[in-house]
């Protein structure tokens, strides 16, 4: 396993109006460099593809900003996992990070739903800005931005409940030296973490 510094700036908050974003912008307008890991197990299996821990990262900047931890218990036979719920100024909020893939995040959509009627006031989609794969790079968060009108335009949730979900948009850098994460840099990750000794 090797590890790689990195660190999450740039915190923007989607759409600006709606209940959620009333409640929840002192908080994250409040959020500046966040550190964290990518680390890459094991550089032959799966295109030496990358793990991080930004979720415990990014809950405990938000701790920091004044946030309680926060124990959301969701329906029976709901097969949903948040990655972690908060309180903040007498309400609740449950947290969905899709680090990778976009196509997955009409799907956050739907589990956002779950969450705010297991009781969560609120719920929150965070999404890079620049997910590093072998092609180049996504967007999540405008990708993320476009599903979310698309959900206002067509009726894909009502403007109330729609009303309560949040899009965090966040930059990734490397911690050495600075650069968004890119295709570059995913690849001199994956080349260093080869050249590294085998543990047996």
């Given amino acids: 396993m090797t590890n790689f510094p990195a660190y999450a700036s740039d915190f923007e ?11 929840l912008a002192p908080l994250f307008n409040g959020l500046g460099r ?35 931890p926060f124990a959301l218990q969701l ?7 948040l990655d972690f719920a908060f309180t903040f ?4 909020v ?17 589990k956002c739903h779950i969450y705010l009627h297991a009781g969560a ?9 620049n997910y590093a794969h072998k092609h180049g790079i996504w967007n999540l968060f405008e ?26 948009g966040f930059n990734q850098r490397e911690a050495a030296t600075n650069r968004l994460l890119s295709k570059t840099t995913r690849e001199e990750m994956r080349t260093h973490a080869a050249a590294q000794p085998r543990r047996t």
């Fill in 143 to 168: 990708f993320g931005m476009e599903r979310y009108n698309e959900c206002r335009t067509y009726g894909f949730g009502t403007a109330e409940m729609l009303g309560r979900i949040l899009l965090l």
């Fill in 121 to 129: 006031h609120f719920a929150v989609v965070a999404l890079p800005r």
């Fill in 75 to 81: 329906p029976a036979g709901v097969p949903q996992e």
């Fill in 34 to 68: 966040i550190d964290f890991t990518f680390r890459v197990d094991d550089p032959a299996v799966n295109q030496g593809q990358t793990a991080s821990d930004f979720d415990t990262a990014l809950e405990a900047g938000l701790r920091a900003g004044g946030a309680t």
């Fill in 89 to 92: 100024g007498g309400r609740t």
């Fill in 94 to 110: 449950a947290v969905e990070i899709e680090k990778a893939n976009r196509e997955k995040i009409l799907r956050d959509f739907l």
């Fill in 13 to 23: 908050i989607y759409p600006k109006d709606g209940e959620a974003a009333r409640h």
